[in-house]
């Protein structure tokens, strides 16, 4: 139990583009998931803490008008990466919140040329 | 301020040799603590966490609140055991938020 999927696994785009990820939770019911980054050697960066049916929340730093996150029902949050530069190629991480800890989507692979 | 601190970046030790893998927290109150493993190419895992006091493939981790240490213990290490190894908090009252270490590259070597 406790799975969650993210898609897709990678993805590359031009500059300028938006890319949409999706975190689900397959056989249970988050009502809060987090998104993180992570860059290479580098711990998990939290991002930003998803909340069903209200506005996420960002930590410092995070600008939430480049990285919008909806979180519309009980299995799924989207991370909306507008704009896209070079820069924000990185690996970004989900987590949903289960009932004794988070639970690890595997990752997207996000590329900006 | 809170923080959890993962001293060694890179751990290498052979096979059948004990492992000890750091992990020192700053939190002023009590806080719950958790390893997470993420193996090659694997998504990120939970290991252990404090207050369950299991074993799980052999590690375990004691919270020492003097010391303010939750170290990573295996007597015996395998090559499987080959991976990064998180420590992470979770402070009260914070919906599961995690704060989490630098992380440790485990090698373990034939």
């Known amino acids: 139990g406790a799975v969650v999927s993210q898609h897709p696994s990678w993805v590359i785009c031009k500059s300028g583009t938006s890319v949409k990820i999706e975190c689900r939770s397959l056989d249970f019911q988050a009502t809060t998931m987090f998104w993180y980054r992570q860059f290479p050697k580098q711990s998990l960066m939290l991002m930003a803490t998803s909340n069903e049916g209200s506005k996420a929340t960002y930590e410092q730093g995070v600008e939430k008008d480049k990285f919008l996150i909806n979180h519309a029902s009980l299995t799924l949050s989207t991370l909306t990466v507008t704009s896209a530069h070079p820069e924000d190629s990185s690996f970004y991480i989900c987590s949903a919140k289960g009932q004794e800890t988070q639970y690890f989507g595997p990752g997207t692979r996000l590329l900006v040329l | 301020a809170q923080r959890v601190t993962q001293p060694e970046k890179l751990l290498s030790v052979f096979k059948g040799a004990p492992v000890e893998l750091k992990c020192n927290y700053s939190y002023s109150g009590s806080p719950e603590l958790f390893w997470y493993v993420q193996y090659s190419r694997q998504r990120l895992q939970l290991l252990l966490r404090h207050i369950s006091r299991e074993s799980i493939k052999g590690f375990t981790a004691d919270l020492n609140k003097g010391e303010t240490s939750f170290h990573l213990k295996k007597p015996f290490a395998q090559e499987e055991d080959s991976a990064m190894y998180y420590c992470?908090?979770?402070?009260?009252?914070?919906?599961?938020?995690?704060?989490w270490g630098a992380g440790t590259k485990l090698i373990i070597k034939p």
């Open positions: 992470a908090l979770t402070p009260m009252d914070s919906n599961y938020q995690l704060i």
